[in-house]
């Protein structure tokens, strides 16, 4: 006996449902033309709808033909159980050729005895698949390549067109790479070399994602590396903020930054490098400003030591330097100022002022050659203010002169008087006459200077 039906027998049988499907549309309308009838099976009774069998064995062939016939007359599944195959197809090859002889009752019992041995043969089918399917993961997730070869060709013998199958299938293939990473993986992790077993897990995943295994310890890996890199980083960067190699700190503490930025490592050597980083600019500030005190240009000197104030409030040597900067600025400033109106140093105030800017300009004076010069020039102008110049007063004399603030010079025809450089006012009164002011400005170059005071016009 052959184990599948020839393909001409399975035609056959088909061609024999639709006649039947044909025969019950014929008997359930009045409407069908005569010919109809004649395309029948012989022995077919036009009156078929009477039958009380009718409805059941066209509800059983419906059944059969949609739902089982195709999976039954597949190749898979002659394949898996050609005796069943073989029995289904004669089965209803059996109730088609009864109910053609009219013999509906056993045409029905056939049918349906069909159909049951094609759902209990499928039924058996898939549980076949089923349980091979779930060895074959079983074996491959145990690793036990040809156990798991076995169970999946088992598998796709009884659902070739199983996609599951398929995927699982290709997954078996891949085992043997796999466990050679596996083998790999397992030496590297015994001589802690973590770089090797992370790429023959990176292999193994590659060829085979569903190791959740594999996957975990990569995660657990690579956080592992990521950790080692952050420390290694804060370490070198924390040596080189001690070795002073700034830019290597920098460096170091941008990978940090990317790595963990949030760590307190990463903002502790952060800090350590902004506190460098603030004394080298205070150190370069600071040797400005040396600079500045060495060429005698004392507001550079206080711009440098007001900027490194800035970035070391709590430096002594900052704060002294600025402070003597400052001072020595406003030193300079003040002898400029006397020096740029030397008339003025004719008021006492003003030249007791001078004087005192003269005694504190000579204690320091020493460190700027600017403030000694100017002092100097300063002492000699003062001196020039302090010398009395001589004055020869001119009058009739009737008109008694005296100098506003000074004194009197009396009813005089000519008389010298000695008077320091500044702003007088010579003042002359008569009886019967209009007084008179004469406003004379006497500098310490003044030589020869006459002053006459005459009061000549009547009230």
Same mark, same amino acid.
Request: include cysteine; hydrophobic fraction near 45%; charged fraction near 20%.
């Given at each position: 006996?052959?184990?599948?039906?020839?393909?001409?027998?399975?035609?056959?049988?088909?061609?024999?449902?639709?006649?039947?499907?044909?025969?019950?549309?014929?008997?359930?309308?009045?409407? %069908?033309?005569?010919?109809?009838?004649?395309?029948?099976?012989?022995?077919?009774?036009?009156?078929?709808?009477?039958?009380p069998h009718h409805a059941p064995f066209k509800a059983l062939l419906r059944v059969y033909v949609d739902d089982l016939e195709p999976a039954i007359q597949s190749e898979a599944f002659g394949a898996w159980d050609a005796a069943a195959q073989q029995?289904?197809?004669?089965?209803?090859?059996?109730?088609?050729?009864?109910?053609?002889?009219?013999?509906?009752?056993?045409?029905?019992?056939?049918?349906?005895?069909?159909?049951?041995?094609?759902?209990?043969?499928?039924?058996? &089918?898939?549980?076949?698949?089923?349980?091979?399917?779930?060895?074959?993961?079983?074996?491959?997730?145990?690793?036990?390549?040809?156990?798991?070869?076995?169970?999946?060709?088992?598998?796709?013998?009884?659902?070739?067109?199983?996609?599951?199958?398929? !995927?699982?299938?290709?997954?078996?293939?891949?085992?043997?790479?796999?466990?050679? /990473?596996?083998?790999?993986?397992?030496?590297?992790?015994?001589?802690?070399?973590?770089?090797?077993?992370?790429?023959?897990?990176?292999?193994?995943?590659?060829?085979?994602?569903?190791?959740?295994?594999?996957?975990?310890?990569?995660?657990?890996?690579?956080?592992?590396?990521?950790?080692?890199?952050?420390?290694?980083?804060?370490? /070198?960067?924390?040596?080189?903020?001690?070795?002073?190699?700034?830019?290597?700190?920098?460096?170091?503490?941008?990978? %940090?930054?990317?790595?963990?930025?949030?760590?307190?490592?990463?903002?502790?050597?952060?800090?350590?490098?902004?506190? *460098?980083?603030?004394?080298?600019?205070?150190? !370069?500030?600071?040797?400005?400003? /040396?600079?500045? *005190?060495?060429?005698?240009?004392?507001?550079?000197?206080?711009?440098?030591?007001?900027?490194?104030?800035? &970035?070391?409030?709590?430096?002594?040597?900052?704060?002294?330097?600025?402070?003597?900067?400052? !001072?020595?600025?406003?030193?300079?400033?003040?002898?400029?100022? /006397?020096?740029?109106?030397?008339? &003025?140093?004719?008021? $006492?105030?003003?030249?007791?002022?001078?004087?005192?800017?003269?005694?504190?300009? +000579?204690?320091?004076?020493?460190?700027? $050659?600017?403030?000694?010069?100017?002092?100097?020039?300063?002492?000699?102008?003062?001196?020039?203010?302090?010398?009395?110049?001589?004055?020869?007063?001119?009058?009739?004399?009737?008109? +008694?002169?005296? *100098?506003?603030?000074?004194?009197?010079?009396?009813?005089?025809?000519?008389?010298?008087?000695?008077?320091?450089?500044?702003?007088?006012?010579?003042?002359?009164?008569?009886?019967?006459?209009?007084?008179?002011?004469?406003?004379?400005?006497?500098?310490?170059?003044?030589?020869? *200077?006459?002053?006459?005071?005459?009061?000549?016009?009547?009230?």
């Amino acid at each position: 006996m052959h184990t599948v039906m020839p393909a001409i027998g399975l035609l056959a049988l088909g061609l024999l449902a639709h006649m039947v499907f044909a025969q019950f549309a014929v008997a359930e309308t009045s409407l %069908a033309p005569p010919q109809a009838a004649a395309a029948l099976p012989a022995g077919a009774d036009s009156g078929l709808s009477a039958n009380p069998h009718h409805a059941p064995f066209k509800a059983l062939l419906r059944v059969y033909v949609d739902d089982l016939e195709p999976a039954i007359q597949s190749e898979a599944f002659g394949a898996w159980d050609a005796a069943a195959q073989q029995k289904i197809v004669a089965l209803k090859a059996a109730a088609m050729q009864a109910l053609s002889q009219g013999q509906h009752l056993e045409a029905v019992g056939t049918l349906k005895t069909a159909v049951e041995i094609s759902r209990t043969a499928l039924h058996a &089918r898939e549980a076949a698949f089923t349980a091979a399917l779930a060895a074959a993961h079983r074996q491959s997730d145990a690793d036990n390549y040809d156990a798991a070869l076995v169970h999946i060709a088992e598998a796709l013998r009884i659902r070739p067109d199983s996609a599951a199958a398929v !995927r699982l299938s290709a997954r078996i293939q891949a085992l043997p790479q796999v466990l050679a /990473h596996l083998r790999a993986a397992r030496t590297a992790a015994a001589e802690n070399n973590r770089e090797a077993e992370l790429r023959a897990l990176e292999a193994i995943v590659k060829s085979d994602p569903d190791r959740a295994g594999a996957r975990s310890r990569i995660t657990t890996l690579r956080a592992a590396r990521q950790d080692e890199r952050y420390h290694r980083a804060i370490t /070198h960067g924390l040596r080189a903020v001690e070795q002073g190699t700034h830019n290597d700190a920098r460096q170091h503490l941008a990978v %940090a930054q990317r790595l963990f930025p949030g760590r307190a490592e990463t903002a502790l050597l952060a800090e350590h490098l902004r506190g *460098v980083e603030r004394y080298e600019q205070v150190a !370069r500030l600071v040797n400005t400003a /040396h600079a500045a *005190v060495a060429a005698d240009d004392w507001e550079a000197a206080l711009a440098a030591y007001r900027q490194a104030a800035q &970035r070391a409030p709590d430096s002594a040597p900052v704060a002294q330097g600025r402070q003597t900067a400052a !001072r020595m600025v406003s030193l300079l400033k003040a002898v400029d100022a /006397h020096l740029a109106a030397p008339h &003025r140093l004719s008021a $006492p105030h003003i030249a007791a002022h001078a004087r005192t800017l003269v005694a504190e300009s +000579q204690r320091v004076g020493q460190v700027s $050659p600017k403030l000694a010069a100017q002092t100097s020039e300063l002492q000699r102008q003062l001196a020039r203010y302090a010398t009395p110049v001589a004055i020869r007063v001119v009058s009739d004399g009737q008109t +008694q002169v005296s *100098v506003r603030g000074v004194g009197r010079v009396g009813s005089v025809v000519s008389k010298v008087i000695h008077l320091k450089p500044g702003d007088y006012r010579f003042e002359g009164r008569r009886q019967g006459y209009k007084s008179k002011i004469v406003s004379v400005r006497i500098t310490p170059s003044t030589a020869d *200077v006459q002053v006459a005071v005459v009061c000549d016009e009547p009230i």
